[in-house]
T-cell receptor, first 115, second 114 residues
Framework: DTEVTQTPKHLVMGMTNKKSLKCEQH?????MYWYKQKAKKPPELMFV???????INESVPSRFSPECPNSSLLNLHLHALQPEDSALYLC??????????????FGAGTRLSVL | AQTVTQSQPEMSVQEAETVTLSCTYD???????LFWYKQPPSRQMILVIR??????QNATENRFSVNFQKAAKSFSLKISDSQLGDAAMYFC???????????FGKGTRLSVIA
């Protein structure tokens, strides 16, 4: 089973709203990732969690707040977003470590529209 | 910093034919991993094939195979017997041997013509 589940699939929010994206995996992976993907572009890394601790933050604005409550769950809390934040948000997970088993598996993403 | 270049923004292939997608990368490391991901309109990034740099043998997965030229820093993907379901955006990606994030190319959009 290489499934990463993301909810919701679609989200429309106003600039003053607070919402959260959720990501779940049951593969025993200890590294989890958030990416942002604009249309016809590659994914851009936002955050990496390793053993439930934030290990990489790619200078993402504070209106995006990640949270890793446990090894299977990853959340992305959204607040006061801008229209340019509209994008596909992808979650991925992988085994920890430096070897060949560190393969990232992706969820289907949440399509976010900010009005 | 490592970079990945996909020089073909769009490609097309007739159903049942073979197509090759190009990827080059730049790195000073000797140990690393290379990947091809497929992203169909359904949006999910799906791992197609991977290659460990220390392996000389080219990876194959059913109809998908790679031509890995380490000295030339080239990593092309060959799709044989193309099917309509192969239509997607294909991303080439690089990862260092350490626990580092993926570096993606800009992608190649593949169309399959019936």
């Amino acid at each position: 089973d290489t499934e990463v589940t993301q909810t919701p699939k679609h989200l429309v929010m106003g600039m003053t709203n607070k919402k959260s994206l959720k990501c779940e995996q049951h593969m025993g992976h200890r590294a989890m990732y958030w990416y942002k993907q604009k249309a016809k572009k590659p994914p851009e890394l936002m955050f990496v969690y390793s053993y439930e601790k934030l290990s990489i933050n790619e200078s993402v604005p504070s209106r995006f707040s990640p949270e890793c409550p446990n090894s299977s769950l990853l959340n992305l809390h959204l607040h006061a977003l801008q229209p340019e934040d509209s994008a596909l948000y992808l979650c991925a997970s992988s085994q920890e470590g430096t070897g060949a088993k560190n393969i990232q598996y992706f969820g289907a993403g949440t399509r976010l529209s900010v009005l | 910093a490592q970079t990945v270049t996909q020089s073909q923004p769009e490609m097309s292939v007739q159903e049942a034919e073979t197509v090759t997608l190009s990827c080059t990368y730049d790195t000073s490391e000797s140990d690393y991993y290379l990947f091809w991901y497929k992203q169909p309109p359904s949006r999910q990034m799906i791992l197609v094939i991977r290659q460990e740099a220390y392996k000389q043998q080219n990876a194959t997965e059913n109809r998908f195979s790679v031509n890995f030229q380490k000295a030339a820093k080239s990593f092309s993907l060959k799709i044989s017997d193309s099917q309509l379901g192969d239509a997607a955006m294909y991303f080439c990606a690089y990862r260092s041997s350490g626990n580092t994030p993926l570096v993606f190319g800009k992608g190649t959009r593949l169309s399959v013509i019936a």
